[in-house]
């Protein structure tokens, strides 16, 4: 873009002064006052021309000003929420491509509290929390456990769920998590960066893991049978049992107690949104909205009993061997 208050060329008329002067011996007054109209002329036209253009930065200012502050208001009442859409019954994509589960009808229920309009956004999980750094969503609700590791990324709310983990293999498998051999022989599955991955590395480093990007891969390669068991979250595993792919699966040994709580993950400097979102947890929880969201995801199936009765001690006992 040109400058508007560049020098501009001497004008024609000035020239033709100029030009007379030297051809036919005018005196100096008369240059003096040729060059001091073509000078005053000159400051008039400048003067206008930073006018104008002062007038048109303000004008285009104002707009700008404006268009930000709709697009401020607008943004107010928008809670952008980043989930995983892959680990049912928690959050998962729909055929249509919409995203359900228990962590999406949570975040819209606490966007419904605090009057605002959820924007729900698909992440991979191995990039979720990066994703919140940069500012692509305001907060996460994806069934993160809190741990001290993230807990120096993000702020973490209240927790909203307690979780466990569990073991499965096929019906007629002689797997047994009681025994620390059984798990070193054993080919087994999970989610890669999660907890229940966490847990069995560090409780059985010896044992032959198999990690996957995503639980719906862990899943398909325990029905496939390309590993011999897995082990998960309890409640996915409990949605995964009661699904076609599932029916000659079961729980093996007792549910792990790890003190596993999930909670809705913001910016560390966003104390105001985790406030806020605290106190529509403890509305929810209280109006009886927790509890009904709660009852539609988390019905346990018939064939989810498991097939060995191993206590939370003995495999805790068992992992420290």
């Known amino acids: 873009m040109s400058n508007p208050l560049a020098p501009a060329n001497i004008s024609s008329t000035s020239a033709i002064i100029l030009s007379s002067s030297k051809r036919f011996l005018r005196p100096k007054s008369l240059l003096v006052m040729a060059a001091l109209l073509t000078l005053t002329g000159c400051s008039n036209s400048q003067n206008e021309s930073d006018d104008n253009v002062n007038s048109e930065a303000t004008a ?62 698909a992440q991979d999980w191995d990039g979720i929390i990066p994703g919140l750094k940069a500012g692509k969503y305001d907060a996460i609700v994806a069934a993160m456990s809190v741990t001290p590791e993230r807990a120096k990324q993000v702020a973490f709310t209240d927790p909203y769920f307690s979780n466990a983990l569990v073991f499965l293999a096929k019906k007629d498998s002689s797997f047994d998590p009681a025994n620390s051999s059984d798990i070193n022989a054993h080919s087994i599955a999970a989610q890669r960066s999660t907890i229940s991955s966490q847990w069995l590395e560090n409780a059985y480093p010896k044992a032959n893991m198999k990690l996957y990007d995503t639980l719906s891969n862990a899943f398909l390669d325990l029905g496939s049978g390309r590993v011999d068991a897995m082990i998960s979250d309890k409640l996915p595993a409990l949605e995964w049992l009661g699904s076609p792919s599932g029916s000659n699966y079961v729980l093996k040994g007792d549910e792990i107690d790890i003190n596993d709580n999930f909670a809705i993950a913001v910016r560390p400097n966003d104390e105001a949104l985790r406030e806020k979102i605290n106190k529509s947890l403890a509305n929810l929880k209280s109006n009886g909205t927790y509890d009904k969201i709660n009852q539609k995801y988390f019905a346990v199936p018939e064939n989810a009993a498991p097939t060995e009765a191993t206590s939370t001690e003995s495999v805790a006992d068992n992992a420290a061997q």
């Not at 268009?67 to 009442?77: C, I, S």
């Not at 859409?85 to 419904?112: K, Q, R, S």
Request: hydrophobic share 35%.
């Open 60 to 121: 285009t200012k104002a707009s700008e000003t404006a268009e930000n502050n709709t697009a401020a208001t607008d943004d107010d009442n928008v809670l952008r929420i980043g989930t995983e859409g892959a680990y049912a019954p928690f959050n998962y994509t729909n055929a249509d491509g919409t995203l359900g589960g228990f962590d999406v009808d949570i975040a819209n229920a606490v966007c419904a509290d605090l009057h605002m309009t959820c924007e729900i956004i």
